[in-house]
């Protein structure tokens, strides 16, 4: 059984950064690809971005990328998100998947909330 927990998210204004953290138990962290994911109120969640098992490739949404640097600690069974200079548009619940066939198919943490302000 695989269980994640998200932390680091919070009130950030315009400009600012974050950095969200995704704790995995479980044995199986180190071989999976883990992804990023976010839920904007009214919105359906959409992709940030993902990391494979080694780090070997690493993808980002277009509307984050270079903003935004996805890295994991298989020792540490963690993965981050680190984000610079937030939008008011990043507003939204955050949320981390240890994926197996699919993404909706994977593991997904409770999410941790993301406030941008302008």
């Known amino acids: 059984q695989v269980q994640l927990v998200e932390s680091g998210g919070g009130l950030v204004q315009a400009g600012g950064s974050l950095r969200l953290s995704c704790a995995a138990s479980?044995?199986?962290?180190?071989?999976?690809?883990m992804g990023w994911f976010r839920q904007a109120p009214g919105k359906e969640r959409e992709f940030v971005a993902a990391?494979?098992?080694?780090?070997?490739?690493?993808g980002y949404a277009d509307s984050v990328k270079g903003r935004f640097t996805i890295s994991r600690d298989n020792a540490e069974r963690t993965v981050h998100l680190q984000m610079t200079g937030l939008k008011p548009e990043d507003t939204a619940v955050y949320y981390c998947?240890?994926?197996?066939?699919?993404?909706?198919?994977?593991?997904w943490g409770q999410g941790t909330q993301v406030t941008v302000s302008s």
């Open positions: 990391i494979t098992w080694n780090g070997g490739s690493i």
């Open positions: 479980g044995r199986t962290f180190s071989s999976r690809t």
């Open positions: 998947n240890l994926r197996r066939y699919d993404w909706e198919n994977g593991y």
